[in-house]
């Protein structure tokens, strides 16, 4: 069966109730230094209850055209998210916005600081 972005997606990874493995999708704020940050040993699958070794993260949302940017044009929003020192069972990325220019000619990458709605699908390993 092809795959479809438009249909819902399950998280059947959160069901295998691994003790050391997490996943999930996460929405929330970054800090005024640009760190986003995720329990990752919470949940009903478990996932790591003292020390996560290992994240990723990537960006969850569209990109698409926001209230925010209507009116300079048709302009993409991606987020990047570099893995931290974990604190404990939380996960720590930096997380950096990616604007595109209308045109698809222009890239201007900034800090993403004190940014609502940001929103990744995250992967944790620990112990």
């Not at 990109?63 to 991606?78: D, P």
Request: proline share 6%.
């Amino acid at each position: 069966m092809p795959a479809s972005l438009a249909n819902p997606r399950e998280e059947l990874w959160r069901f295998v109730g691994h003790p050391m493995m997490s996943t999930g999708v996460s929405r929330g704020t970054t800090t005024s230094s640009g760190v986003f940050t995720v329990d990752v040993g919470a949940g009903p699958g478990g996932g790591p209850q003292r020390q996560v070794l290992f994240n990723i993260a990537y960006d969850e949302a569209n990109g698409a055209r926001t209230a925010a940017n209507i009116s300079i044009g048709t302009r993409g929003t991606f987020f990047d998210f570099q893995p931290l020192v974990p604190n404990g069972r939380v996960a720590r990325w930096r997380v950096r916005r990616n604007q595109i220019s209308a045109g698809g000619t222009q890239s201007t990458m900034v800090l993403a600081t004190s940014i609502s709605g940001v929103t990744c699908r995250w992967f944790a390993v620990g112990i």
